[in-house]
Protein backbone atom coordinates (compact mmCIF):
# COMPACT_ATOMS: atom_id res chain seq x y z
CA UNK A 1 0.00 0.00 0.00
CA UNK A 2 1.58 3.84 -0.83
CA UNK A 3 1.73 5.64 2.03
CA UNK A 4 -1.20 8.56 2.18
CA UNK A 5 -0.89 11.19 0.11
CA UNK A 6 2.11 9.88 -1.85
CA UNK A 7 2.26 11.44 -5.66
CA UNK A 8 3.66 8.64 -7.41
CA UNK A 9 1.88 5.85 -9.22
CA UNK A 10 2.34 2.72 -8.76
CA UNK A 11 2.31 0.68 -12.08
CA UNK A 12 -0.31 -1.36 -10.28
CA UNK A 13 -2.44 1.43 -9.84
CA UNK A 14 -2.10 3.40 -13.62
CA UNK A 15 -3.16 -0.36 -15.01
CA UNK A 16 -6.12 -0.87 -12.99
CA UNK A 17 -7.18 3.20 -13.69
CA UNK A 18 -7.15 2.43 -16.84
CA UNK A 19 -8.57 -0.69 -17.21
CA UNK A 20 -11.50 0.50 -14.47
CA UNK A 21 -11.97 3.00 -16.91
CA UNK A 22 -12.20 1.31 -20.15
CA UNK A 23 -14.88 -1.11 -18.53
CA UNK A 24 -16.90 1.97 -17.42
CA UNK A 25 -16.96 3.69 -20.50
CA UNK A 26 -18.03 -0.02 -22.68
CA UNK A 27 -20.64 -0.43 -19.66
CA UNK A 28 -22.03 3.46 -20.09
CA UNK A 29 -21.86 2.99 -24.03
CA UNK A 30 -24.04 0.00 -23.68
CA UNK A 31 -26.80 1.61 -21.35
CA UNK A 32 -27.01 4.71 -23.95
CA UNK A 33 -27.49 1.72 -26.48
CA UNK A 34 -30.24 -0.27 -24.71
CA UNK A 35 -31.62 2.25 -22.06
CA UNK A 36 -32.80 6.37 -23.30
CA UNK A 37 -36.19 6.58 -25.78
CA UNK A 38 -36.07 10.27 -25.74
CA UNK A 39 -34.65 12.82 -24.78
CA UNK A 40 -34.58 15.00 -21.36
CA UNK A 41 -36.52 18.12 -21.35
CA UNK A 42 -33.23 20.24 -20.81
CA UNK A 43 -31.34 18.34 -23.24
CA UNK A 44 -33.68 19.72 -26.19
CA UNK A 45 -32.05 23.14 -25.33
CA UNK A 46 -28.02 21.78 -25.54
CA UNK A 47 -28.91 19.62 -28.46
CA UNK A 48 -30.34 22.31 -30.29
CA UNK A 49 -27.76 24.62 -29.60
CA UNK A 50 -25.63 22.46 -30.93
CA UNK A 51 -26.99 21.98 -34.40
CA UNK A 52 -27.53 25.49 -34.88
CA UNK A 53 -23.97 26.38 -34.03
CA UNK A 54 -22.79 23.84 -36.47
CA UNK A 55 -25.49 25.32 -39.29
CA UNK A 56 -24.24 28.70 -38.37
CA UNK A 57 -27.31 29.89 -36.85
CA UNK A 58 -25.48 31.10 -33.87
CA UNK A 59 -26.17 30.37 -30.08
CA UNK A 60 -29.54 30.07 -30.31
CA UNK A 61 -32.04 27.69 -28.66
CA UNK A 62 -35.59 25.51 -29.75
CA UNK A 63 -37.44 29.23 -29.02
CA UNK A 64 -35.22 31.60 -31.59
CA UNK A 65 -36.14 34.54 -30.23
CA UNK A 66 -32.67 35.62 -29.62
CA UNK A 67 -29.57 33.93 -28.12
CA UNK A 68 -29.57 31.41 -25.50
CA UNK A 69 -27.90 33.22 -22.14
CA UNK A 70 -29.22 30.65 -19.16
CA UNK A 71 -27.02 27.62 -20.81
CA UNK A 72 -23.27 28.28 -20.90
CA UNK A 73 -21.25 26.91 -23.61
CA UNK A 74 -19.32 23.73 -23.16
CA UNK A 75 -21.46 21.08 -23.44
CA UNK A 76 -23.25 22.31 -26.15
CA UNK A 77 -19.60 22.87 -27.66
CA UNK A 78 -18.78 19.16 -27.27
CA UNK A 79 -22.15 18.47 -28.42
CA UNK A 80 -21.19 20.01 -31.68
CA UNK A 81 -18.28 18.70 -31.98
CA UNK A 82 -19.63 14.86 -31.30
CA UNK A 83 -22.14 15.58 -33.82
CA UNK A 84 -19.70 16.13 -36.75
CA UNK A 85 -19.09 12.26 -36.38
CA UNK A 86 -22.53 11.12 -35.25
CA UNK A 87 -24.78 13.27 -37.72
CA UNK A 88 -26.98 13.30 -34.45
CA UNK A 89 -27.41 15.74 -31.72
CA UNK A 90 -29.28 13.68 -29.34
CA UNK A 91 -26.56 10.67 -29.43
CA UNK A 92 -23.44 12.86 -29.50
CA UNK A 93 -25.02 14.56 -26.24
CA UNK A 94 -25.35 11.03 -24.96
CA UNK A 95 -21.60 9.98 -26.03
CA UNK A 96 -20.40 13.35 -24.23
CA UNK A 97 -21.81 12.23 -21.11
CA UNK A 98 -21.10 8.63 -21.57
CA UNK A 99 -17.12 9.89 -22.46
CA UNK A 100 -16.86 12.11 -19.06
CA UNK A 101 -19.44 10.04 -17.12
CA UNK A 102 -16.53 7.65 -17.26
CA UNK A 103 -14.01 10.01 -17.14
CA UNK A 104 -14.74 11.48 -13.80
CA UNK A 105 -13.70 8.28 -12.51
CA UNK A 106 -10.09 9.64 -12.94
CA UNK A 107 -10.14 12.09 -10.43
CA UNK A 108 -12.23 11.01 -8.43
CA UNK A 109 -9.69 7.82 -7.96
CA UNK A 110 -6.77 10.08 -7.63
CA UNK A 111 -8.73 11.82 -4.96
CA UNK A 112 -9.19 8.86 -3.05
CA UNK A 113 -5.34 8.16 -3.27
CA UNK A 114 -4.57 11.29 -2.24
CA UNK A 115 -6.85 11.88 0.58
CA UNK A 116 -6.65 8.09 2.13
CA UNK A 117 -4.22 5.50 0.06
CA UNK A 118 -3.55 3.77 -3.05
CA UNK A 119 -6.37 0.78 -2.74
CA UNK A 120 -9.01 3.45 -1.68
CA UNK A 121 -8.45 5.02 -4.70
CA UNK A 122 -8.82 1.61 -6.29
CA UNK A 123 -12.17 0.53 -4.79
CA UNK A 124 -13.48 4.14 -5.46
CA UNK A 125 -12.88 3.71 -9.06
CA UNK A 126 -14.99 -0.04 -9.14
CA UNK A 127 -17.71 1.69 -6.93
CA UNK A 128 -17.97 4.38 -8.97
CA UNK A 129 -17.60 2.54 -12.57
CA UNK A 130 -20.60 0.22 -11.35
CA UNK A 131 -22.64 2.62 -10.00
CA UNK A 132 -26.21 2.21 -11.57
CA UNK A 133 -26.73 6.02 -10.50
CA UNK A 134 -23.57 7.38 -11.87
CA UNK A 135 -24.13 4.88 -14.98
CA UNK A 136 -27.41 6.49 -15.68
CA UNK A 137 -26.33 10.01 -15.49
CA UNK A 138 -24.05 9.26 -17.59
CA UNK A 139 -26.31 8.16 -20.32
CA UNK A 140 -28.41 11.50 -20.04
CA UNK A 141 -28.26 14.56 -22.21
CA UNK A 142 -27.79 16.73 -19.25
CA UNK A 143 -24.76 19.02 -18.08
CA UNK A 144 -24.14 17.65 -15.20
CA UNK A 145 -21.30 14.55 -16.38
CA UNK A 146 -19.31 17.10 -18.17
CA UNK A 147 -19.24 19.33 -15.08
CA UNK A 148 -18.44 16.66 -12.54
CA UNK A 149 -15.67 15.56 -14.61
CA UNK A 150 -14.00 19.35 -14.37
CA UNK A 151 -15.32 19.08 -10.91
CA UNK A 152 -13.33 16.48 -9.89
CA UNK A 153 -10.41 17.67 -11.72
CA UNK A 154 -10.18 20.81 -10.28
CA UNK A 155 -10.64 19.48 -6.65
CA UNK A 156 -7.83 16.95 -7.50
CA UNK A 157 -5.32 19.54 -8.82
CA UNK A 158 -6.18 21.39 -5.69
CA UNK A 159 -5.14 18.51 -3.36
CA UNK A 160 -1.98 18.72 -5.12
CA UNK A 161 -1.36 21.96 -4.70
CA UNK A 162 -0.52 21.14 -0.91
CA UNK A 163 2.20 20.34 0.26
CA UNK A 164 4.36 22.02 -2.01
CA UNK A 165 2.69 24.39 -3.93
CA UNK A 166 4.37 23.54 -7.19
CA UNK A 167 2.92 25.66 -10.20
CA UNK A 168 1.64 23.04 -12.52
CA UNK A 169 -1.11 21.90 -9.64
CA UNK A 170 -2.09 25.65 -9.69
CA UNK A 171 -2.83 26.88 -13.00
CA UNK A 172 -4.35 23.17 -13.72
CA UNK A 173 -6.68 23.52 -10.38
CA UNK A 174 -7.86 26.79 -12.34
CA UNK A 175 -7.83 25.68 -15.46
CA UNK A 176 -10.12 22.93 -14.76
CA UNK A 177 -12.75 25.21 -12.56
CA UNK A 178 -12.81 27.28 -15.19
CA UNK A 179 -14.03 24.73 -17.25
CA UNK A 180 -16.33 23.47 -15.37
CA UNK A 181 -17.30 26.98 -15.16
CA UNK A 182 -17.97 26.91 -18.80
CA UNK A 183 -20.72 23.85 -18.03
CA UNK A 184 -22.23 25.56 -14.55
CA UNK A 185 -21.48 28.53 -13.09
CA UNK A 186 -21.50 27.08 -9.70
CA UNK A 187 -18.27 25.79 -9.49
CA UNK A 188 -17.09 29.02 -8.46
CA UNK A 189 -17.54 28.01 -5.28
CA UNK A 190 -14.71 25.42 -5.42
CA UNK A 191 -12.47 28.88 -6.51
CA UNK A 192 -12.96 30.82 -3.35
CA UNK A 193 -12.56 27.28 -1.29
CA UNK A 194 -9.37 26.72 -2.36
CA UNK A 195 -8.49 30.03 -2.75
CA UNK A 196 -8.66 29.88 1.00
CA UNK A 197 -7.18 26.37 1.35
CA UNK A 198 -4.13 27.87 -0.41
CA UNK A 199 -3.89 30.96 2.05
CA UNK A 200 -4.65 29.38 5.23
CA UNK A 201 -3.14 25.94 5.11
CA UNK A 202 0.32 27.07 6.59
CA UNK A 203 3.22 25.73 4.32
CA UNK A 204 5.50 28.17 3.10
CA UNK A 205 5.60 31.77 3.58
CA UNK A 206 2.78 34.61 3.31
CA UNK A 207 4.33 35.69 0.00
CA UNK A 208 4.54 32.40 -1.59
CA UNK A 209 0.59 31.48 -0.95
CA UNK A 210 -0.29 34.78 -2.38
CA UNK A 211 1.72 34.27 -5.67
CA UNK A 212 0.01 30.07 -5.64
CA UNK A 213 -3.75 32.07 -5.19
CA UNK A 214 -2.44 34.26 -7.76
CA UNK A 215 -1.53 31.33 -10.29
CA UNK A 216 -4.66 29.77 -9.23
CA UNK A 217 -6.99 32.94 -10.04
CA UNK A 218 -5.20 33.80 -13.24
CA UNK A 219 -5.88 30.53 -15.49
CA UNK A 220 -9.29 30.37 -13.90
CA UNK A 221 -9.91 34.26 -14.88
CA UNK A 222 -8.11 33.80 -18.43
CA UNK A 223 -10.60 30.31 -18.89
CA UNK A 224 -13.72 31.84 -18.43
CA UNK A 225 -12.78 35.24 -19.90
CA UNK A 226 -13.76 34.71 -23.78
CA UNK A 227 -17.50 33.78 -22.62
CA UNK A 228 -18.18 36.28 -20.02
CA UNK A 229 -16.56 38.80 -22.38
CA UNK A 230 -19.32 37.77 -24.83
CA UNK A 231 -21.88 37.75 -22.51
CA UNK A 232 -21.52 41.01 -20.86
CA UNK A 233 -21.20 42.80 -24.77
CA UNK A 234 -24.46 40.69 -25.70
CA UNK A 235 -26.89 41.76 -22.49
CA UNK A 236 -25.39 45.16 -22.21
CA UNK A 237 -23.89 45.12 -18.85
CA UNK A 238 -21.11 42.55 -16.73
CA UNK A 239 -22.68 39.77 -16.10
CA UNK A 240 -20.61 36.46 -14.85
CA UNK A 241 -23.29 34.38 -15.65
CA UNK A 242 -27.34 34.98 -16.34
CA UNK A 243 -28.56 31.31 -14.69
CA UNK A 244 -29.22 32.65 -11.28
CA UNK A 245 -31.34 35.99 -12.75
CA UNK A 246 -33.83 32.59 -13.98
CA UNK A 247 -33.82 30.70 -10.70
CA UNK A 248 -34.31 34.11 -8.61
CA UNK A 249 -37.23 35.11 -10.92
CA UNK A 250 -38.89 31.15 -10.99
CA UNK A 251 -38.33 30.80 -6.55
CA UNK A 252 -39.65 34.28 -6.78
CA UNK A 253 -43.18 33.05 -8.41
CA UNK A 254 -43.19 29.64 -6.67
CA UNK A 255 -43.13 31.37 -3.35
CA UNK A 256 -46.50 33.91 -4.90
CA UNK A 257 -48.18 30.39 -5.03
CA UNK A 258 -48.70 31.12 -8.77
CA UNK A 259 -49.85 28.20 -10.88
CA UNK A 260 -46.76 26.97 -13.33
CA UNK A 261 -48.56 27.85 -16.30
CA UNK A 262 -48.69 31.49 -15.35
CA UNK A 263 -44.88 31.43 -13.55
CA UNK A 264 -43.70 30.15 -17.52
CA UNK A 265 -46.21 30.74 -20.22
CA UNK A 266 -48.49 33.98 -19.14
CA UNK A 267 -50.30 35.90 -21.87
CA UNK A 268 -52.09 39.45 -20.88
CA UNK A 269 -55.06 40.38 -22.69
CA UNK A 270 -52.83 42.32 -24.74
CA UNK A 271 -51.14 39.65 -25.85
CA UNK A 272 -47.94 40.63 -24.23
CA UNK A 273 -45.44 37.83 -22.94
CA UNK A 274 -45.38 37.93 -19.60
CA UNK A 275 -44.23 34.34 -18.28
CA UNK A 276 -40.32 33.33 -17.75
CA UNK A 277 -40.59 31.27 -20.69
CA UNK A 278 -42.58 32.79 -24.03
CA UNK A 279 -39.65 35.46 -24.08
CA UNK A 280 -35.98 35.76 -24.92
CA UNK A 281 -33.57 35.54 -22.21
CA UNK A 282 -32.44 38.78 -22.49
CA UNK A 283 -35.92 40.00 -22.06
CA UNK A 284 -36.61 38.05 -19.14
CA UNK A 285 -33.10 39.51 -17.47
CA UNK A 286 -33.86 43.02 -17.96
CA UNK A 287 -37.72 43.12 -16.61
CA UNK A 288 -36.18 41.14 -13.41
CA UNK A 289 -35.80 43.17 -10.94
CA UNK A 290 -33.06 41.38 -8.06
CA UNK A 291 -33.98 42.38 -3.98
CA UNK A 292 -31.30 41.69 -1.79
CA UNK A 293 -34.26 41.17 1.21
CA UNK A 294 -36.24 38.81 -1.22
CA UNK A 295 -32.83 36.81 -1.94
CA UNK A 296 -32.21 36.63 1.48
CA UNK A 297 -35.71 35.55 2.57
CA UNK A 298 -35.68 32.58 -0.81
CA UNK A 299 -32.11 31.70 0.57
CA UNK A 300 -33.03 31.01 3.85
CA UNK A 301 -36.34 29.41 2.59
CA UNK A 302 -34.85 27.30 -0.35
CA UNK A 303 -31.94 26.36 1.63
CA UNK A 304 -33.91 24.65 4.21
CA UNK A 305 -35.95 22.44 2.47
CA UNK A 306 -32.97 21.66 -0.37
CA UNK A 307 -31.06 20.88 2.69
CA UNK A 308 -33.74 18.58 3.95
CA UNK A 309 -33.57 17.07 0.61
CA UNK A 310 -30.29 16.21 0.06
CA UNK A 311 -29.63 13.87 3.48
CA UNK A 312 -32.98 12.56 2.82
CA UNK A 313 -32.07 11.27 -0.69
CA UNK A 314 -28.68 10.28 0.83
CA UNK A 315 -29.80 8.56 3.33
CA UNK A 316 -33.14 6.75 2.68
CA UNK A 317 -33.54 6.94 -1.43
CA UNK A 318 -32.71 3.21 -2.76
CA UNK A 319 -31.36 5.57 -5.93
CA UNK A 320 -28.36 5.98 -4.48
CA UNK A 321 -27.70 3.42 -1.97
CA UNK A 322 -29.21 4.73 1.07
CA UNK A 323 -28.30 3.57 4.52
CA UNK A 324 -25.55 1.31 2.64
CA UNK A 325 -23.85 3.76 1.04
CA UNK A 326 -23.93 6.70 4.38
CA UNK A 327 -22.48 3.59 6.35
CA UNK A 328 -19.46 3.44 3.83
CA UNK A 329 -19.19 7.61 4.23
CA UNK A 330 -19.40 7.30 7.81
CA UNK A 331 -16.68 4.71 7.93
CA UNK A 332 -14.18 6.26 5.57
CA UNK A 333 -14.90 10.17 7.07
CA UNK A 334 -13.99 8.86 10.84
CA UNK A 335 -10.94 6.50 9.67
CA UNK A 336 -8.12 7.12 11.30
CA UNK A 337 -4.70 9.13 10.21
CA UNK A 338 -1.56 10.55 11.35
CA UNK A 339 -0.28 12.27 8.44
CA UNK A 340 -0.84 16.18 8.41
CA UNK A 341 -0.87 16.38 4.70
CA UNK A 342 -3.39 13.83 4.45
CA UNK A 343 -5.97 15.33 7.15
CA UNK A 344 -5.43 18.95 5.21
CA UNK A 345 -7.03 17.38 1.91
CA UNK A 346 -9.72 15.54 4.47
CA UNK A 347 -10.46 18.83 5.58
CA UNK A 348 -10.95 20.42 2.07
CA UNK A 349 -13.14 17.60 0.65
CA UNK A 350 -15.54 18.33 3.60
CA UNK A 351 -15.60 21.98 3.13
CA UNK A 352 -16.24 21.34 -0.88
CA UNK A 353 -19.48 18.67 0.47
CA UNK A 354 -20.38 21.62 2.39
CA UNK A 355 -20.31 24.46 -0.20
CA UNK A 356 -22.08 22.11 -2.58
CA UNK A 357 -25.21 23.06 -0.71
CA UNK A 358 -24.59 26.91 -1.75
CA UNK A 359 -26.24 26.59 -5.10
CA UNK A 360 -29.12 24.72 -3.96
CA UNK A 361 -29.72 28.04 -2.21
CA UNK A 362 -31.42 29.90 -5.00
CA UNK A 363 -33.37 26.46 -6.20
CA UNK A 364 -37.57 26.29 -5.98
CA UNK A 365 -37.48 22.99 -8.02
CA UNK A 366 -35.13 20.16 -6.54
CA UNK A 367 -34.02 17.44 -8.95
CA UNK A 368 -31.84 13.80 -7.72
CA UNK A 369 -29.50 14.79 -10.02
CA UNK A 370 -28.80 17.92 -8.01
CA UNK A 371 -27.01 15.02 -5.61
CA UNK A 372 -24.24 14.03 -8.54
CA UNK A 373 -22.19 17.12 -6.97
CA UNK A 374 -21.91 16.20 -3.89
CA UNK A 375 -20.89 12.34 -5.15
CA UNK A 376 -17.53 14.29 -6.08
CA UNK A 377 -16.54 14.12 -2.42
CA UNK A 378 -18.67 10.99 -1.57
CA UNK A 379 -17.33 8.78 -3.24
CA UNK A 380 -14.10 8.43 -2.54
CA UNK A 381 -14.85 8.66 1.15
CA UNK A 382 -17.26 5.92 0.68
CA UNK A 383 -14.16 4.41 -0.97
CA UNK A 384 -11.94 4.43 1.95
CA UNK A 385 -14.79 2.72 4.10
CA UNK A 386 -15.15 0.00 2.12
CA UNK A 387 -11.08 -0.58 3.01
CA UNK A 388 -11.98 -0.05 6.54
CA UNK A 389 -14.91 -2.08 7.10
CA UNK A 390 -12.55 -5.35 5.12
CA UNK A 391 -9.64 -3.89 7.64
CA UNK A 392 -11.88 -4.40 10.92
CA UNK A 393 -13.42 -7.64 9.42
CA UNK A 394 -10.12 -8.75 9.33
CA UNK A 395 -9.32 -7.95 12.41
CA UNK A 396 -12.09 -9.84 14.25
CA UNK A 397 -11.87 -12.94 12.35
CA UNK A 398 -8.23 -12.91 13.37
CA UNK A 399 -8.94 -11.96 17.24
CA UNK A 400 -12.03 -14.87 16.99
CA UNK A 401 -9.07 -17.45 15.58
CA UNK A 402 -6.35 -15.98 18.03
CA UNK A 403 -4.10 -14.80 15.24
CA UNK A 404 -3.03 -18.47 14.58
CA UNK A 405 -0.94 -18.15 11.18
CA UNK A 406 -2.38 -20.62 9.43
CA UNK A 407 -5.89 -19.23 9.46
CA UNK A 408 -4.50 -15.60 8.04
CA UNK A 409 -5.18 -16.15 4.63
CA UNK A 410 -8.21 -17.65 5.48
CA UNK A 411 -9.26 -14.15 7.21
CA UNK A 412 -8.40 -12.16 4.56
CA UNK A 413 -10.09 -13.83 2.22
CA UNK A 414 -13.37 -13.87 4.41
CA UNK A 415 -13.24 -10.59 5.16
CA UNK A 416 -12.47 -9.60 1.71
CA UNK A 417 -15.71 -11.43 0.93
CA UNK A 418 -17.80 -10.16 3.24
CA UNK A 419 -16.87 -6.47 2.39
CA UNK A 420 -17.33 -7.00 -1.51
CA UNK A 421 -20.80 -8.50 -0.59
CA UNK A 422 -21.34 -5.47 1.57
CA UNK A 423 -20.91 -3.34 -1.72
CA UNK A 424 -22.88 -5.63 -3.84
CA UNK A 425 -25.99 -5.04 -1.67
CA UNK A 426 -25.14 -1.10 -2.02
CA UNK A 427 -25.19 -1.61 -5.91
CA UNK A 428 -28.26 -4.08 -5.65
CA UNK A 429 -30.39 -2.19 -3.85
CA UNK A 430 -29.55 1.48 -6.46
CA UNK A 431 -30.07 -1.14 -9.59
CA UNK A 432 -33.70 -2.26 -8.67
CA UNK A 433 -34.47 1.23 -8.04
CA UNK A 434 -33.23 2.28 -11.99
CA UNK A 435 -35.05 -0.88 -13.26
CA UNK A 436 -38.51 0.14 -11.31
CA UNK A 437 -38.57 3.94 -10.61
CA UNK A 438 -42.55 3.76 -12.10
CA UNK A 439 -42.96 1.37 -8.89
CA UNK A 440 -40.53 1.60 -6.28
CA UNK A 441 -40.76 3.08 -2.84
CA UNK A 442 -39.62 6.36 -3.55
CA UNK A 443 -39.49 9.48 -0.92
CA UNK A 444 -42.44 11.84 -1.86
CA UNK A 445 -40.25 14.98 -2.73
CA UNK A 446 -38.21 12.99 -4.82
CA UNK A 447 -38.28 14.08 -8.50
CA UNK A 448 -36.57 11.71 -10.37
CA UNK A 449 -34.91 12.87 -13.46
CA UNK A 450 -32.97 10.08 -15.31
CA UNK A 451 -35.75 7.88 -16.82
CA UNK A 452 -35.95 6.45 -19.63
CA UNK A 453 -38.49 8.70 -21.60
CA UNK A 454 -41.29 7.92 -23.78
CA UNK A 455 -41.77 6.93 -27.75
CA UNK A 456 -44.78 9.01 -28.35
CA UNK A 457 -42.93 12.52 -28.46
CA UNK A 458 -40.84 10.41 -31.37
CA UNK A 459 -43.84 9.69 -32.83
CA UNK A 460 -45.64 12.82 -33.35
CA UNK A 461 -42.45 14.45 -33.93
CA UNK A 462 -42.14 12.11 -36.93
CA UNK A 463 -45.21 12.83 -37.69
CA UNK A 464 -44.59 16.68 -38.40
CA UNK A 465 -41.26 16.21 -39.80
CA UNK A 466 -43.10 14.48 -42.73
CA UNK A 467 -45.20 17.34 -43.46
CA UNK A 468 -41.70 18.57 -44.94
CA UNK A 469 -42.44 22.13 -43.97
CA UNK A 470 -39.47 24.77 -44.14
CA UNK A 471 -38.73 25.94 -40.76
CA UNK A 472 -41.73 24.88 -39.08
CA UNK A 473 -42.96 26.46 -35.67
CA UNK A 474 -44.87 24.32 -33.57
CA UNK A 475 -46.99 25.50 -30.59
CA UNK A 476 -46.65 22.89 -27.33
CA UNK A 477 -46.52 22.68 -23.33
CA UNK A 478 -43.24 21.07 -24.15
CA UNK A 479 -40.28 21.36 -26.50
CA UNK A 480 -39.43 17.50 -27.20
CA UNK A 481 -42.22 17.42 -30.00
CA UNK A 482 -40.76 19.73 -31.74
CA UNK A 483 -37.31 18.60 -31.35
CA UNK A 484 -37.96 15.44 -32.69
CA UNK A 485 -40.03 17.40 -35.54
CA UNK A 486 -36.92 19.27 -36.28
CA UNK A 487 -38.35 22.78 -35.78
CA UNK A 488 -38.53 25.67 -33.36
CA UNK A 489 -40.77 25.76 -30.54
CA UNK A 490 -43.11 28.33 -29.27
CA UNK A 491 -44.98 27.86 -25.72
CA UNK A 492 -48.74 27.81 -26.23
CA UNK A 493 -49.77 30.44 -23.30
CA UNK A 494 -51.58 30.78 -20.39
CA UNK A 495 -54.73 32.94 -20.27
CA UNK A 496 -58.32 32.06 -21.40
CA UNK A 497 -59.88 30.49 -24.02
CA UNK A 498 -60.33 33.74 -26.10
CA UNK A 499 -57.26 35.36 -25.49
CA UNK A 500 -55.23 32.30 -26.47
CA UNK A 501 -56.93 31.93 -29.98
CA UNK A 502 -56.02 35.04 -30.65
CA UNK A 503 -52.40 35.25 -29.94
CA UNK A 504 -52.17 31.93 -31.36
CA UNK A 505 -53.42 33.68 -34.49
CA UNK A 506 -50.70 36.55 -33.89
CA UNK A 507 -48.07 33.71 -33.08
CA UNK A 508 -49.14 32.31 -36.67
CA UNK A 509 -47.31 28.39 -36.12
CA UNK A 510 -47.14 25.54 -38.46
CA UNK A 511 -48.62 23.09 -36.10
CA UNK A 512 -49.97 23.16 -32.71
CA UNK A 513 -49.73 19.80 -30.30
CA UNK A 514 -51.83 19.08 -27.62
CA UNK A 515 -51.72 16.79 -24.78
CA UNK A 516 -54.26 15.54 -22.35
CA UNK A 517 -51.57 15.59 -19.45
CA UNK A 518 -51.25 19.67 -19.60
CA UNK A 519 -55.20 20.02 -19.05
CA UNK A 520 -53.56 21.12 -15.70
CA UNK A 521 -50.81 23.69 -17.03
CA UNK A 522 -53.07 25.82 -19.72
CA UNK A 523 -56.89 26.85 -18.56
CA UNK A 524 -58.45 25.34 -22.06
CA UNK A 525 -56.85 22.30 -23.38
CA UNK A 526 -58.84 20.35 -21.85
CA UNK A 527 -61.84 21.69 -23.75
CA UNK A 528 -59.31 21.62 -26.76
CA UNK A 529 -58.43 18.02 -26.49
CA UNK A 530 -62.00 17.11 -26.13
CA UNK A 531 -64.06 19.02 -28.40
CA UNK A 532 -61.19 20.55 -30.89
CA UNK A 533 -59.92 23.93 -31.29
CA UNK A 534 -62.86 25.83 -32.05
CA UNK A 535 -61.16 27.92 -34.99
CA UNK A 536 -61.36 26.96 -39.01
CA UNK A 537 -57.66 27.48 -39.32
CA UNK A 538 -57.09 24.53 -36.94
CA UNK A 539 -57.48 21.52 -38.86
CA UNK A 540 -56.68 18.03 -36.69
CA UNK A 541 -54.09 15.76 -38.54
CA UNK A 542 -53.03 13.68 -36.29
CA UNK A 543 -54.04 12.01 -32.89
CA UNK A 544 -51.72 9.18 -31.10
CA UNK A 545 -52.68 6.88 -27.83
CA UNK A 546 -50.25 8.03 -24.91
CA UNK A 547 -49.96 6.48 -21.10
CA UNK A 548 -51.25 9.31 -19.97
CA UNK A 549 -54.03 10.22 -22.13
CA UNK A 550 -53.62 11.03 -25.89
CA UNK A 551 -51.64 13.52 -28.15
CA UNK A 552 -53.07 15.63 -30.80
CA UNK A 553 -51.34 17.29 -33.94
CA UNK A 554 -53.01 19.75 -35.64
CA UNK A 555 -52.20 21.65 -38.30
CA UNK A 556 -53.12 25.53 -38.50
CA UNK A 557 -53.65 27.43 -41.01
CA UNK A 558 -52.25 30.54 -42.08
CA UNK A 559 -53.86 33.32 -43.70
CA UNK A 560 -57.05 31.33 -44.31
Known amino acids: MRPEGSLRWSSRFASALIGIVTAALLLRTVWVHYWPISIESEGVYYARIAENLLSG ?53 LIARNAFDEVSGLVTGILVALSPAAIAISGTVQSEPLYLAWQATGIYFALRVWPDRAKAPCYLAGLSFGLAYLVRPEAVIYVTLTALFILLSGR ?108 SLLLKARLFGGVFFVLLVGMGAFSHSSDRDALVRRSYLFAAFLLAFVPLLSLHAFHDRFIFPFLTVLFPIAGSGLVRLFEVLKAILVTLTTGAPRYAIACTILAAGLAAGY ?21 PEQDITIQRGERVVRTVGQTIRDFNVTHALVMEGEPIIAFYAGASDWPLPYCGEETALRYIAKTNPDFIVLRSRNADVFPYVGQWVSSGIPDKRAELVSTVGSPDGKVLVYRWHKGN
Request: proline share 4%.
Open 423 to 443: AATCLVVESHSFLHLETDLRL
Open 204 to 311: GGLSLRFISVARFALAFALTILPYVTWLSIQTGGLRLEAKSISNYAEARAWAQHLPPGEIFFAVDPQLKNVGLSNQSDLAMMHQTKLSTRAMFWLALHNGEDNIRRVF
Open 57 to 109: RGYVAMREVGKQFLYPPLYPIFIALFSIFTSNSELAGRLVSATFGSLWIVPLM
